[in-house]
């Protein structure tokens, strides 16, 4: 990313989001994991677009900890997967 990660910097930690399935969700840009990034992007056009929310969170085995990742459903881009950290709860 271009930042050095030390412990001094990486400051950021984002746990699994509890959100349940059937719940509609909005995809919205992530905050800053460390000091010097900007916000992330969600996904190319996906910002602002609707979800229902199939199962999760699965833990990231990869070990991001971006919120856990959630099966989705939207009408433009069918099933598929999404971090946590890019999908609000739909008041």
Known sequence: ???DMNE???KWDSP???IPT???VRFTDAPPRFKGEDWRACGHHLEGKTAIVLSGPVV????HRWGGRFNLHTPE???FDH???FLEIVQ
């Open 22 to 24: 059937g719940t509609l």
């Open 8 to 10: 001094e910097e990486y």
């Open 60 to 63: 990231d085995v990869g070990g």
């Open 83 to 85: 971090y946590g950290d």
């Open 1 to 3: 990313y271009g930042t």
């Open 77 to 79: 881009h069918g099933y």
């Open 16 to 18: 699994d989001k509890h």
